[in-house]
Structures are given as structure tokens and as C-alpha cells.
């Protein structure tokens, strides 16, 4: 099984951002699909998380600009990032809660990461 992020980039303070992540590889199901963020020096941190059942939930301090979304018939979670502000630079990851098999453990799998800058 595989993540792969894309869509990071360079852009200046209001701008936007479309990070999409892909899975691939042999799979059952996934459940939980969220992104993580991690600036220089800190901490990985939750920014976004999405149920199987389509629940979103967000950290603070990007709630109401940022909206994650996935779909399921191309195994993919997207990440829209509006309103961007220099606080928001740091590599994102994507992450899903996998199963394999029917009957086997579900298990936690990470992309590659995709920097986001956001300049003043």
C-alpha cells in the first residue's frame, strides 16, 4: 500500500492550495483518511480528518478554510486550503486507516509529505 500527496507549492498570504493524496496498492477498505501537518521544529499535528461516513472535523485555527473531502471510487482524500496564511507553511501528510483483508487488522499508512509554503 502507497500515499501519495501532491498539489503543495509556493503562494502568497490569501492564496489557495488543492493538496489531493492518492492510495494505491492492494486494499479492503479505508476508514479514517486525515492530514497532518508539520512545521520547522515542531511537532506533526492534525489538520483535518475524514470518517468513512463523510464526517469532517478540523483543527482550530484552519476551520473555515480549509475543507478535507475524499472519493472513494478513486481511493483519494483531498485537502482545500483557502485563505492561506504563513502560519500554515510546513510539510502536509496524508494518512488513512487501512484494511487489507476483510478479516484482517486495520493499520495506519503515511504519504511522502508535500511542502506548503505561504509567503507574506
Known amino acids: 500500500v502507497q500515499l501519495q500527496a501532491f498539489g503543495g507549492g509556493l503562494v502568497q498570504l490569501g492564496g489557495f492550495l488543492r493538496l489531493s493524496c492518492v492510495v494505491s496498492g492492494s486494499i479492503y477498505r479505508i476508514n479514517l483518511m486525515a492530514w497532518y501537518h508539520q512545521a520547522p521544529g515542531k511537532q506533526r499535528e492534525l489538520v483535518a480528518a475524514i470518517t468513512d461516513m463523510g464526517i469532517a472535523t478540523y483543527t482550530d485555527s484552519v476551520q473555515g478554510r480549509f475543507t478535507i473531502s475524499r472519493d472513494d471510487n478513486k481511493n483519494t482524500v483531498y485537502l482545500q486550503m483557502n485563505s492561506l496564511k504563513p502560519e500554515d507553511t510546513a510539510v502536509y501528510y496524508c494518512?488513512?486507516?487501512?484494511?487489507?483483508?476483510?478479516?484482517?487488522?486495520?493499520?495506519?499508512?503515511w504519504g511522502q509529505g508535500t511542502q506548503v509554503t505561504v509567503s507574506s
Open positions: 494518512n488513512a486507516a487501512i484494511k487489507r483483508a476483510r478479516w484482517g487488522e486495520e493499520n495506519d499508512y
